[in-house]
């Protein structure tokens, strides 16, 4: 699945655009049409996402217990 680039607000419809969150493929395929729109009616329709950042993978030392010690 296409991650999210666009996020659908509501509010309006642009004949011609998904009234629904847009990929990055039809965020730049619709872009130019979102913003002409949005300007003229002063309606905000979209709003850029964020890309989600990879989750880190854990180290060896995160995953490992502790090792325990004997201190007297």
Known sequence: MSEIALRYLGGAYIHGVPARDLTAEEAAQHGALIAEQE???GTRMY???APQAQPAKASKQA????QEVDNG
């Open 39 to 41: 300007a003229a009616t």
């Open 47 to 49: 709003e850029a996402v």
């Open 63 to 66: 995953t490992q217990p502790a």
